[in-house]
C-alpha cells in the first residue's frame, strides 16, 4: 500500500547581486528611452552581475543560486545535508556541462544528492516545482530544493560597453532596460499524511509550436561550426520579437489562467493571490480583455496578483520564486492562502502553472 504524503513548501529564498541599477543610471551607460516606453515596460530597478561600466563579472549564476538556497534553508530551519532532491532551472549557465545543480550541489557541500537541471526560463521554475512535488508526494524524496536563476547581463553587455550611449539602437535599450538578475528558491517537506493532503492542480503547456519564437539565445551551441559563430556580431545574442510578444503574450497569459483555474475548480476571486510575474506590466494587463478574458475575471485580479518586476525587471527562471519570496516575506501571502505560482515563457510561448495552500508562517 502506497502512503500518501502531504508536500509542503517550508520557506523561500532570494538574492539579486549588487545595488539596484535604476533606470537613471542606466540611461548614462545605455541611452534613453521615451517616458511611455518607461512606463510601459514597468522596470524602475534591476540588478546586474556585471559591472555595468566594465562588464566584470562580479559573480556568477551558481553562486547567486548558492545564496538563494541558504537563505531559504536558514528559514526552514533545515540543513544542506537533510536534502534529497536539488533542481534548478535556468537558461543561462556558465557551462554546458557540469550543470548548475550539480555546481549548487559542490557549493553547499554535498557529497551525493539528486540534482536535476531543466533548461528553461520564466516557465521553467514552475515546471521545476512540479518535477519535486511529485517526488515529494510519492515518497521518492522527503526534502527538496528548488531553484531558479537567471544571469541576463554578461549576455546583454556587448550591446552597450564600449558604445557612445546615444548609438545603442533603439531596439535594444528596450532589452536592456527590462532584465535583470536574480535567483530564488524554496525548500519543500513531505510527510506521512493522516489526514487528506493538500490538493495541488497543475497545467503546463506550449502554444506557440507553430509560431515564430517570441525569444531566442542565440550562441554558444552547436546550431553551425564554431568558426561561423566566431564571424557573427555577437558570439551570444538574444533576440527578442517585440510586436509578436506583445500581440500574443496576453493571450497566453489568459489561457493559462483560465485553466489553472478550472483546473482548480474555482474561480478567480476564489484565489488569495496569483503569482504571475509581469502580469501588472501594461503592456500585458491592458489587453486581458482584448484577449478573450471576461470583465468579471479582470475584475478578479485585481489586488491578487503578487509580482515584483518594478523592483528587479524581468527575471527568467528566477521571475516566480523571486516574487514568491517578495509575496511571503511582505506578508502578502499568508498561511491558508490558496495561491497559484503562474510563469510564461516567450521562446516558445511556454506557460505553467501550479497551485497550492500555503502553510509556511515566516520566521520572526
Known amino acids: 500500500m502506497t502512503t500518501r504524503h502531504d508536500v509542503k513548501i517550508l520557506s523561500t529564498g532570494g538574492y539579486v547581486p549588487g545595488d539596484p541599477i535604476d533606470n537613471a543610471t542606466l540611461e548614462k551607460y545605455v541611452g534613453p528611452l521615451p517616458d511611455d516606453v518607461l512606463e510601459g515596460i514597468q522596470v524602475k530597478t534591476r540588478h546586474w552581475m556585471i559591472d555595468p561600466a566594465t562588464g566584470e563579472h562580479l559573480i556568477n549564476n551558481s553562486r547567486m543560486a548558492e545564496r538563494a538556497s541558504r537563505q531559504a534553508l536558514e528559514r526552514a530551519g533545515v540543513e544542506p545535508d537533510e536534502l534529497d532532491l536539488i533542481v534548478v532551472c535556468t537558461a543561462t549557465p556558465e557551462y554546458t556541462l557540469p550543470n548548475v545543480a550539480t555546481t549548487l550541489q559542490h557549493y553547499l557541500g554535498l557529497e551525493s544528492v539528486a540534482a536535476i537541471e531543466l533548461r528553461g526560463a520564466c516557465a521553467g521554475w514552475v515546471q521545476a516545482l512540479d518535477l519535486a512535488r511529485r517526488q515529494l508526494a510519492d515518497g521518492t524524496v522527503r526534502t527538496a530544493l528548488v531553484v531558479g536563476s537567471e544571469v541576463g547581463s554578461p549576455i546583454l553587455a556587448p550591446l552597450f560597453l564600449g558604445k557612445d550611449p546615444e548609438r545603442v539602437r533603439m531596439r535594444d535599450r528596450l532589452t536592456l532596460y527590462t532584465f535583470g538578475d536574480g535567483a530564488g528558491a524554496v525548500v519543500l517537506r513531505a510527510e506521512p499524511a493522516e489526514e487528506a493532503a493538500d490538493s495541488f492542480a497543475f497545467v503546463n503547456a506550449c502554444v506557440g509550436g507553430l509560431r515564430k519564437p517570441g525569444m531566442e539565445i542565440i550562441g554558444g551551441g552547436t546550431d553551425v561550426p564554431q568558426a561561423e559563430q566566431l564571424k557573427r556580431r555577437q558570439l551570444i545574442q538574444m533576440k527578442v520579437d517585440v510586436p509578436g510578444t506583445t500581440t500574443f503574450g496576453p493571450q ?101 502553472g501550479l497551485s497550492l495552500t500555503w502553510q509556511a508562517t515566516f520566521p520572526g
Open 252 to 352: 497566453v497569459f489568459v489561457r493559462a489562467i483560465q485553466e489553472m483555474a478550472r483546473k482548480d475548480g474555482r474561480t478567480l476571486d476564489e484565489f488569495d493571490a496569483i503569482v504571475l510575474p509581469e502580469g501588472n506590466a501594461d503592456y500585458f494587463a491592458e489587453e486581458f480583455a482584448s484577449a478573450g478574458m471576461p470583465a468579471a475575471d479582470v475584475k478578479a485580479l485585481e489586488g491578487r496578483i503578487v509580482e515584483n518586476l518594478a523592483d528587479v525587471g524581468a527575471t527568467g527562471s528566477a521571475a516566480v520564486p523571486l516574487s514568491l519570496d517578495a509575496g511571503w516575506t511582505s506578508g502578502r501571502i499568508r498561511p491558508g492562502d490558496r495561491i497559484v505560482v503562474l510563469g510564461i515563457e516567450a521562446s516558445r510561448y511556454i506557460y505553467t
